[in-house]
């Protein structure tokens, strides 16, 4: 027989509740049917075609972040271009460094 480890897991009451629930319908206990859903769980977590089917729903999810993030960018870029033209235009002032172009004559 193989070893065994008994461990402790801490669950909602309600998914507690839908465990307890399911395993009296395929008369089981709790502990029968939380390990055969475990070991589902796990031998589906190391599944290659589970796997990939993670990784794609993660592409998927990165690319439309990106996407989002892109289009809030440019519309922050574009706001503040059409914030800079609504303003009025800033008098230059005259070089004053060398004394060339000063307003005032002597």
């Known amino acids: 027989m193989a070893k065994s480890t008994t461990f402790t897991l801490r669950m909602s009451q309600e998914d507690y509740d839908l465990l307890s629930s399911l395993a009296a319908i395929f008369n089981q206990s709790i502990a029968e049917l939380a390990r055969e ?3 589902e769980g796990i031998r589906e977590r ?3 075609a ?3 089917r993670r990784i794609e729903k993660e592409r998927a999810r990165l690319k439309q ?3 989002e993030i892109r289009d809030r960018v440019e519309r ?3 706001a503040d271009v059409g914030a800079v033209a609504d303003r009025e235009p800033v008098a230059q002032t005259a070089n004053t460094d060398s ?3 000063s307003a005032e004559e002597d």
Request: charged letters at 15%; aromatic letters at 0%.
């Open 99 to 101: 004394g060339e172009g």
């Open 46 to 48: 190391l599944d290659p």
């Open 76 to 78: 922050s870029a574009t």
């Open 50 to 52: 589970a796997i990939d």
């Open 37 to 39: 859903i475990m070991g």
């Open 65 to 67: 972040a990106a996407i």
